[in-house]
């Protein structure tokens, strides 16, 4: 361990803290076991939340900040694998985009760590009162959202201490799938054969976590000290790995003070591009799914004004490594959950450039871990 590192010197919280120097670190190194746990959610209340989503005409996902972003993940599952039509509307917006245009045929899938959090139970309240059906998904039992809502599904990913939400994302994202392919069964969008090969590449995830953590921490840790002086970052992703962007400059904002944007990668060509000068940092989050080819031709237009990319790719990957500054390795897993290993990277790097700037990122300034306020 070197003098510099976070895990270089032990104090009496740390061993509150499991020997980590914050929880945000331990949460991390915890996610391949909480995601294990996730997955063993109980089919039948898959299936009986399933029932009623494939009931609706239009399923409505609401959430705030990280749960927004599984929240995204899902629509992608929900659009590929289940044909379920359904849209993102973020909490604080939820009201006012929806207004009184809500129908007793729709559903509200909401999505909230706490379960407490004042926009989404706004959205909640919102709906109930047009007379739609809430199907929520939360980490705490008999929370308002929960007690507010038609069925519940429970992470059960223990109390996460940590701010920047990190294991939550895992969780929420590992039972969004399994509710995916439940629904895929259930309309016949998919057959039992695929589904079930679908699901063994799921059950895999927490072993690619783990792998990830233990291969690339210090890699993350390399790349993160070495960039933690710049201002800027972006985030590019394409189709589910947009959601993965999002989260990923969502936790740099939030633990280390920085400016950083997330977009669908074929986004930045109408604008984001302009930002690029020499030297600018670039996350690429390239899994080799479907929109592989379309992201490189993105890449390649970013490279062109010579920013720094920094790709997270699958190991035997050499298209997008080759065109990048640096790297990180993510062992095969089914393209459709990337979203679970892939931003385990992005998580250790806020860590490491919060940790490396002096910040303490379990207590980011200005933040509560859920805003109950109106
Ligand atoms: C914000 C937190 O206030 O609430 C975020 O700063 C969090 O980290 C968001 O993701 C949503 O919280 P919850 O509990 O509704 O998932």
Not at 91 to 114: H, K, M, R, Y
Not at 230 to 244: M, P, V
């Amino acid at each position: 361990m070197s003098e510099n590192s976070p895990r270089g010197s032990w104090t009496p919280e740390m061993v509150e803290k499991g020997g980590y120097p914050h929880f945000m670190l331990k949460e991390i190194h915890e996610q391949p076991k909480v995601l294990k746990n996730a997955l063993s959610l109980r089919t039948e209340v898959c299936h009986q939340a399933a029932g009623i989503l494939n009931d609706s005409a239009q399923v409505y996902i609401t959430a705030a900040g990280t749960s927004n972003h599984a929240g995204l993940a899902a629509r992608y599952m929900f659009t590929k694998l289940s044909a379920v039509r359904a849209q993102n509307i973020i909490s604080s917006e939820f009201p006012q985009l929806t207004g009184e245009l809500l129908d007793e045929n729709d559903v509200v899938l909401a999505i909230s760590q706490s379960g407490e959090t004042a926009d989404t139970i706004n959205a909640v309240k919102h709906a109930k009162r047009q007379g739609v059906k809430v199907v929520s998904l939360t980490n705490v039992i008999d929370s308002t959202m929960s007690k507010l809502s038609d069925y519940t599904i429970y992470t059960y990913a223990g109390p996460e201490y940590g701010l920047a939400a990190t294991k939550t994302f895992l969780v929420q994202v590992a039972c969004l799938s399994l509710l995916s392919l439940e629904l895929a069964l259930m309309r016949g969008s998919l057959s039992s054969k695929e589904v079930n090969k679908l699901r063994d590449g799921l059950m895999k995830t927490p072993l690619i976590v783990d792998m990830t953590i233990k291969k690339q921490d210090r890699v993350v840790r390399d790349i993160a000290y070495r960039y933690a002086n710049k201002s800027s970052f972006l985030f590019l992703g394409c189709g589910i790995s947009t959601a993965t962007a999002m989260e990923g400059a969502l936790k740099l904002k939030e633990t280390a003070y920085l400016h950083a944007e997330a977009y669908p990668a074929g986004e930045s060509r109408h604008g984001p591009i302009a930002l690029i000068e020499p030297g600018f940092p670039v996350f690429i989050i390239a899994p080799p799914d479907e929109n592989y080819d379309k992201l490189v031709k993105n890449l390649k237009e970013i490279k062109a004004h010579k920013a720094k990319i920094i790709s997270v790719v699958q190991e035997n990957d050499s298209k997008v490594r080759g065109l990048s500054d640096h790297s990180i390795s993510i062992p095969e897993t089914e393209t459709i959950f990337s979203p679970i290993p892939y931003v385990i990277p992005l998580q250790l790097f806020a860590y490491f450039v919060a940790f490396k700037r002096g910040y303490n990122p379990d207590k980011p300034r200005y933040l509560v871990k859920a805003i109950t306020e109106p």
